[in-house]
């Protein structure tokens, strides 16, 4: 069955510094999502992405975040100055369409800002 | 603005025994609901959804949940729970126009014990 992958696993990385979240969506979706869930707290969503722009966005997604989609597979979420309350497990998901269509989730990036 | 409540946090239950875990939304017309389950170290896996027609859905793993309009609730049901299921759920809405993010709940820890 094919399914949402994401990498890296974990992430570490020091306040001020830029990361880069990947995410591989299942190959026939059309619509991406980031969502992060802060340990402790609900799964929120950050922004969702189709036709090679972003369709919707969160208040969570300001100026220090960014979508794109480099290449035909891969869809990454970068954070430019990552500040400790960036902290979070990051979720991407994709789905065929939108409204009714299940949103497949991957297993999710645990970012630690130090 | 669409909400979901999930009133219980965590839930511990004996193998074998029956399960209900609890999902009220808030939304001005009716939604789609989707409930998710969450293993440790695991992306968010669709238990089930509900779009429309019968409301009563069956899901994966045995799961089935009931939506309820007169008051506003999509609680999920198990009739007999194992060790396996141990996770943390989460019970999600979907608008049904537009390029939709889900709202989730802040998800319940479900403890199986012998």
């Known amino acids: 069955e094919p399914e949402v992958t994401q990498t890296p696993s974990h992430q570490v990385t020091q306040m001020g510094q830029e990361v880069i979240l990947h995410c591989v969506p299942i190959s026939n979706h059309l619509y991406f999502y980031w969502y992060r869930q802060i340990l402790g707290q609900k799964v929120e969503f950050l922004v969702s992405f189709y036709n090679n722009e972003i369709s919707e966005k969160s208040e969570i997604f300001d100026d220090q975040f960014s979508v794109e989609r480099p290449d035909g597979s891969n869809f990454t979420l970068k954070i430019r100055s990552t500040k400790l309350e960036d902290s979070a497990m990051y979720f991407c998901?994709?789905?065929?369409?939108?409204?009714?269509?299940?949103?497949?989730f991957g297993p999710g990036t645990r970012l630690l800002v130090l | 603005a669409q909400s979901v409540t999930q009133p219980d946090i965590h839930i511990t239950v004996s193998e074998g025994a029956s399960l209900e875990l609890r999902c009220n939304y808030s939304?001005?017309?009716?939604?789609?609901l989707f409930w998710y389950v969450q293993s440790p170290g695991q992306g968010l896996q669709l238990l089930l959804k509900y779009f429309s027609g019968d409301t009563l859905v069956q899901g994966i793993k045995g799961f089935e949940a009931e939506f309820k309009r007169s008051q506003s609730s999509f609680n999920l049901r198990k009739p007999s729970v194992h060790w396996s299921d141990a996770a943390e759920y989460f019970c999600a809405v979907g608008a049904r126009s537009g390029n939709t993010p889900l709202v989730f709940g802040k998800g319940t820890r479900l403890s199986v014990i012998a």
């Open positions: 939304y001005g017309a009716t939604p789609y």
């Open positions: 998901a994709s789905s065929k369409d939108r409204g009714k269509e299940t949103q497949y």
